[in-house]
């Protein structure tokens, strides 16, 4: 996949105008820099270095192994006090090692969401009751495979309530629930009294087992990103139920008052609260446009922020590391402007895990010319990830993804001819080979290198993959379906003028 937190260019334009097949550029016309005021370095392509990634490559073991001994504990709970039968043992164990692998993506060989499915679907055909396979069978009930939500609304009611009544770890128990809560508040408009009150029994009953899971003394650093996650997960589902974030945060906050870990949850959730109420009142305008009152709230807002994550890392730098540094970066990037900050914040991050990609997207946006950085920073800090070959956090592929944003600056002559140099194309190239090469069943990221391929102006590479695609093209945030299927089809075209 093309990295989140950054705006790139392809669904302002047409492929085709860009790789010079004579149609006009949807994005002509709304080009923000024009070809005569395009930036010379950008036109040279001469990107000045960049500071080296950290990579601690035995920290990276050490996350992999923790991170799979983690979701594969489901699977010794299974073997320990899971509902076993021999017509099924095979299929349930298949399922829930497969899910482990899904959920630990970054580290393993791609795993799909339909191969999941199709064990945990055997085995409760087979008659399954165990309630992990139960879960499994019901988070894995998508796409292709996703009924409707009558349906997946049981699947999930059913796992939930028989996890919550076996010996399976307290985390999975929490997520379960959540995930039920989830399923009830899909849709809009006004819910009836019993969906309202189903979420709010699903949510108060994962916070149960949250402090469950935070009270046991042998959680590895996994759990504190599962609390945090599932911290703002009931932010969100207290939104559906109309409570104001202030009304969730009192009360997620006397609930877990007693369980130290959750304490710094709740802290890291009045900081992300902060900067989102910031952002609200800020609004996504144009600086010039932002009156001084909503300069005033949101630097108010961000600068609270700022503070409880500065005390936060002050009391337990070895804690939370990810979730506090990509905080202060958001915060750096809006109110900060400090590239030494930043770079600080940026280290803290990488050198607690390594495999945070995230931290990167916010790196590359802050060095986007409209916040604090110049195209050549966002260049070389692209190679910089290409350079970590840490392939399987799909952090090498920001290389790409800053080609991409520079595109948006240029008109349709100078998009075209910056994608045709040979340094742009190598760029791409390298980073998607090298992913490809070592998943080669990734479709989505296979989608956008086709895409890429077109895009270059290397039409015969673009047909050849999107053949080797076949029914598995994906669009994508960065490739909407309209330009895939544009792209395809001129490189179709392409290919067969050529033969």
Same mark, same amino acid.
């Given at each position: 996949m093309i990295p989140r937190g950054v705006f790139p260019f392809i669904c302002c334009l047409s492929l085709s105008s860009l790789a010079g097949c004579g149609r006009e550029s949807k994005f002509e016309s709304a080009a923000k820099v024009s070809q005569d005021s395009a930036p010379v370095a950008i036109r040279d392509a001469q990107f000045k270095p960049t500071q080296e990634i950290p990579q601690d490559r035995e920290l990276i073991a050490s996350l992999r192994n923790d991170l799979l001994t983690w979701h594969q504990n489901s699977l010794k709970a299974y073997d320990e006090a899971g509902s076993r039968n021999d017509k099924w043992n095979e299929d349930a164990k298949s399922a829930i090692d497969l899910m482990a692998r899904w959920f630990c993506d970054v580290y393993d060989t791609a795993v799909e969401l339909r191969q999941v499915h199709e064990p945990a679907r055997r085995a409760v055909e087979a008659g399954c009751d165990d309630p992990m396979v139960l879960f499994v069978y019901a988070r894995s009930s998508a796409g292709k495979n996703k009924p409707g939500e009558v349906e997946l609304l049981a699947r999930y009611e059913k796992a939930a309530r028989a996890l919550d009544q076996s010996a399976y770890p307290a985390d999975r128990k929490y997520r379960a629930w959540i995930e039920?809560?989830?399923?009830?508040?899909?849709?809009?408009?006004?819910?009836?009294?019993?969906?309202?009150?189903? +979420?709010?029994?699903?949510?108060?009953?994962?916070?149960?087992?949250? +402090?469950?899971?935070?009270?046991?003394?042998?959680?590895?650093?996994?759990?504190?990103?599962?609390?945090?996650?599932?911290?703002?997960?009931?932010?969100?589902?207290?939104?559906?139920?109309?409570?104001?974030?202030?009304?969730?945060?009192?009360?997620?906050?006397?609930?877990?008052?007693?369980?130290?870990?959750?304490?710094?949850?709740?802290?890291?959730?009045?900081?992300?609260?902060?900067?989102?109420?910031?952002?609200?009142?800020?609004?996504?305008?144009?600086?010039?446009?932002?009156?001084?009152?909503?300069?005033?709230?949101?630097?108010?807002?961000?600068?609270?922020?700022?503070?409880?994550?500065d005390s936060l890392w002050n009391k337990h730098p070895d804690q939370h590391q990810f979730e506090i540094a990509d905080m202060m970066l958001q915060i750096q990037k809006s109110i900060g402007g400090d590239r030494t900050e930043m770079e600080k914040w940026f280290e803290r991050g990488m050198r607690g895990n390594p495999n945070a990609q995230a931290l990167c997207g916010n790196k590359l946006d802050w060095l986007h010319p409209k916040w604090h950085g110049t195209f050549e920073d966002m260049v070389a800090f692209g190679r910089?990830?290409?350079?970590?070959?840490?392939?399987?956090?799909?952090?090498?592929?920001?290389?790409?993804?800053?080609?991409?944003?520079?595109?948006?600056?240029?008109?349709?002559?100078?998009?075209?001819?910056?994608?045709?140099?040979?340094?742009?194309?190598?760029?791409?190239?390298?980073?998607?080979?090298?992913?490809?090469?070592?998943?080669?069943?990734?479709?989505?990221?296979?989608?956008?290198?086709?895409?890429?391929?077109?895009?270059?102006?290397?039409?015969?590479?673009?047909?050849?993959?999107?053949?080797?695609?076949?029914?598995?093209?994906?669009?994508?945030?960065?490739?909407?379906?309209?330009?895939?299927?544009?792209?395809?089809?001129?490189?179709?075209?392409?290919?067969?003028?050529?033969?």
């Open positions: 039920y809560a989830y399923c009830l508040a899909i849709g809009q408009g006004k819910r009836p009294p019993e969906t309202i009150d189903g +979420i709010r029994k699903a949510v108060d009953r994962a916070m149960e087992w949250m +402090i469950e899971s935070a009270a046991s003394p042998n959680y590895l650093v996994q759990n504190r990103a599962g609390w945090f996650k599932a911290g703002t997960d009931i932010l969100t589902l207290y939104r559906v139920l109309e409570w104001s974030n202030d009304s969730t945060l009192e009360f997620v906050g006397n609930k877990f008052a007693n369980t130290p870990e959750l304490v710094k949850v709740c802290d890291l959730l009045r900081a992300k609260t902060l900067i989102d109420a910031g952002w609200k009142a800020r609004g996504n305008h144009d600086a010039r446009a932002i009156g001084g009152e909503q300069w005033q709230v949101f630097g108010a807002k961000l600068t609270e922020a700022r503070n409880i994550l910089a990830c290409r350079e970590t070959h840490n392939w399987q956090s799909r952090m090498t592929l920001y290389a790409a993804n800053a080609h991409l944003i520079i595109g948006q600056h240029l008109g349709k002559a100078e998009g075209t001819a910056y994608f045709a140099k040979a340094e742009v194309w190598d760029d791409i190239r390298s980073v998607y080979e090298e992913y490809l090469l070592n998943r080669p069943n990734a479709h989505r990221q296979r989608s956008e290198f086709a895409a890429f391929c077109y895009l270059c102006g290397k039409k015969l590479q673009a047909a050849r993959e999107f053949r080797r695609l076949g029914d598995n093209l994906l669009a994508t945030e960065s490739f909407p379906k309209s330009l895939m299927i544009e792209a395809r089809d001129a490189a179709y075209a392409s290919d067969a003028t050529n033969k």
